[in-house]
């Protein structure tokens, strides 16, 4: 149990376009999701953190016109990269957090998704 | 959150040798820890936790290693097999703190097990 998916796992797109990717939890509802941004050999980044039917809370630093969140249902979550550059170029990863399962502690991580922008 | 060490030390052991991981995590007020393991291209993976008022927890072949006096965690492994390599990073959580921004990560480090 507690599968969390990610889709597309990569994604190559030219400078300026807009990329979305998304977060699903398989097998839990997660009423919070989050967002990480993982450099190479560096550990992840918290972005930002999505609540189901509310507004995203965004970490200091990261431009909240430029990621946008949407947590529409408690299975998805979405994160679009709008005017893509290359210095966006990275490993972009979403867990969630099962409260229902008593495990709140516990955050789920997807497979990540590999973004490269030319 | 913000996270420590921009930069991954690599600790290389012998198939069969037993691995140590260490992490120094930042915030004393920490209620919960957590061990992940992440493999090229792939999220972190879950592998043990502990909670703060324990100073050691056993897993299948994982130990892990509380001292709060130093703010340090480890990782303990017995008899490294290949399938180990991977980078590990410890995380803490804050819990009540904030609904959203409850894990940090910690800087990770990468294991190599040499056959």
């Known amino acids: 149990g507690a599968v969390v998916s990610q889709h597309p796992s990569w994604v190559i797109c030219k400078s300026g376009t807009s990329v979305k990717i998304e977060c699903r939890s398989l097998?839990?509802?997660?009423?919070?999701m989050f967002w990480y941004r993982q450099f190479p050999k560096q550990s992840l980044m918290l972005m930002a953190t999505?609540?189901?039917?509310?507004?995203?809370?965004?970490e200091q630093g990261v431009e909240k016109d430029k990621f946008l969140i949407n947590h529409a249902s408690l299975t998805l979550s979405t994160l679009t990269v709008t005017s893509a550059h290359p210095e966006d170029s990275s490993f972009y990863i979403c867990?969630?957090?099962?409260?229902?399962?008593?495990?709140?502690?516990?955050?789920?991580f997807g497979p990540g998704t590999r973004l490269t922008v030319l | 959150g913000e996270s420590v060490g921009l930069h991954l030390p690599t600790l290389s052991v012998q198939e069969g040798d037993n691995s140590i991981i260490n992490c120094a995590y930042s915030?004393?007020?920490?209620?919960?820890f957590i061990w992940y393991k992440q493999e090229s291209g792939k999220g972190p993976q879950f592998i043990i936790d502990?909670?703060?008022?324990?100073d050691k927890r056993q897993g299948q072949r994982v130990t892990v290693l509380l001292n709060k006096t130093v703010k340090h965690l480890s990782l303990q492994i017995a008899a490294t097999q290949p399938g180990d390599s991977a980078v590990y990073f410890c995380?803490?959580?804050?819990?009540?703190?904030?609904?959203?921004?409850?894990?940090?990560f910690g800087g990770g480090t990468r294991l190599m097990v040499k056959p």
């Open positions: 915030n004393s007020a920490s209620d919960y």
């Open positions: 097998d839990f509802q997660a009423t919070t």
């Open positions: 502990i909670r703060s008022n324990m």
């Open positions: 999505s609540n189901e039917g509310s507004k995203a809370t965004y």
């Open positions: 995380a803490e959580i804050l819990i009540g703190y904030n609904a959203g921004n409850m894990l940090t």
């Open positions: 867990s969630a957090r099962d409260f229902a399962g008593g495990r709140m502690n516990e955050q789920f």
